[in-house]
């Protein structure tokens, strides 16, 4: 049996297809967290610039101890000192040896580094005496080891975190190219809406959509504007609108559906406009709206929290990663074994909210008891989304599902 909504899949790829890498700037390094690189990472020099010792000791030359195999003391004669920073600027010559620190530069002359403990050094300090040859190059960091000039480190596409800010730091680019950030307008629709700060009155709300929306949008990658709350007024609801098409994206919450007040697609028609989908089969979630009003993409999400939640995690998620060019895969999912039970589904595929715990290195997923859409401290209160598949039978404890994980930052 087949569902006359469209899938998760087909409403995915029609994203996809819609959205497309808007430009670029130029941003300092310290500032670059989070960001998503437009160009790659190019190396300009090399990492180490030269040949490093990993340890404290004395760096000495290898060769020297074909010539000592014989002799059962191996003596090298201390001629100075390398530190980081301040290497030792001479070559030093056979039987010779300098103290080494780590990260200091090996100095002209020597391939091999002895570690402290393994030597002897002469009661007045001028000579160590080794025990044991050494394996050559042991304790070198070679030139290049970490990277060398011109390897890409990070290709474009790539979105920054903290290790990556470390590892560029170390080529000497204090400059970045990256994408610039998606501007997402979002508009929470509705007579019983309040503006987040207002009194709560009499038959009105907070509007914790527009709130937890815009907050979601930084997290992806996006910068935001809150625009005003529309009453359930179709001339408020197109004046609001008409002011936001400069957006990258507009988001409106609320106003999707079939009822008297729902008036987003009536609004729309007031504009050159292309309704790419409405009605998705997907349980939260199903009167997502996707349409372009006047070249702007409009994605018109539920009004009940947890479904505006969900899409949002999805639709509006995948939307800026292609605007920002991520090339990070997206949405994965993973096993996990149901602590719990859940009925046999429907012909949409369902997003369960439920909680996370590992046993014995196992995945174990919990569902909420509750599933409305309109609770959204359930949503709040878990770390991932049980994906079921539409027609799927019941499942019972101990059972493998699918299972959609919120990123840490969500």
Known sequence: MQSDLLSLDEAINKIKSNFHKIGHEDIFLKDALGRCLAKPIISEVDSPKYDVSSMDGYAV??????NLKDSKIKKFKIVGESSAGVPYSKKINSLETVRIFTGAKLPQGSNTVIIQENVKVSNNGNYIIIKESPKKSQFVRKKGLDFKKNNILFNKGTVLKSRHLGSIAMTGQAWLTVSRKPTVSILSTGNEILKVGEQISKDKIPSGNSLMLASMVQEFGGTTRILPVAKDNLQD????LENALDSDLIITTGGVSVGKYDLIQKALSKFENKIEFWKIAMRPGKPLLFSK???TPLIGLPGNPVSSGVCSL???????????????????????????KLSKNDKRLDFVRANTSYKNGVLNVKPFNLQDSSMITNFSKADCLIVRDPFEKSISKGENVKVFKFPNNI
């Open 61 to 66: 030359n290898h060769k020297d101890f074909n």
């Open 237 to 240: 609801i197109y004046e609001i």
């Open 293 to 295: 009003i006047n070249n």
């Open 314 to 340: 999805i639709f509006v998620n995948i939307a800026i990663r292609k605007m920002l060019g991520d090339n990070s895969s997206f949405p994965l999912l993973e096993n996990g074994v149901l602590n719990g």
